[in-house]
Nanobody, 127 residues
Framework: QVQLVESGGGLVQAGDSLRLSCATS????????MAWFRQAPGKEREFVAA????????NYADSVKGRFSISRDNAKNTVYLQMNSLNPEDTAVYYC????????????????????WGQGTQVTVSS
């Protein structure tokens, strides 16, 4: 049974930092490229960041580029999202996702290409 479990969310002030973690089990982690998505109240879920299987190909949404950093530890079967300079527009439920499609170089921004999802972790940024 595949499980993706996010953690690290919380309530912070504008300008603060948070580090989200997504621990996976039930899959061969190194064979999956990983991503973070988020969904704000009343909005559709949107792409945040993605990383390929070996961690040398990264992609970010324009809204987080330069502030957020995605990384992975294949020995720990975990993907991370370091979020700096948070602002209220970053308030959302953050989801990690895993995709076994494509090649070792593949990363994807479309949620339809992801096979497994976590339950989400809430990030709230106050002004």
């Amino acid at each position: 049974q595949v499980q993706l479990v996010e953690s690290g969310g919380g309530l912070v002030q504008a300008g603060d930092s948070l580090r989200l973690s997504c621990a996976t089990s039930g899959l061969t982690f190194r064979d999956y490229h990983m991503a973070w998505f988020r969904q704000a109240p009343g909005k559709e879920r949107e792409f945040v960041a993605a990383i390929n299987r070996i961690g040398d190909n990264l992609n970010y949404a324009d809204s987080v580029k330069g502030r957020f950093s995605i990384s992975r530890d294949n020995a720990k079967n975990t993907v991370y999202l370091q979020m700096n300079s948070l602002n209220p527009e970053d308030t959302a439920v953050y989801y990690c996702a895993a995709s076994g499609r494509g090649t070792r170089y593949t990363i994807a921004r479309s949620e339809s290409l992801y096979d497994y999802w976590g339950q989400g972790t809430q990030v709230t940024v106050s002004s």
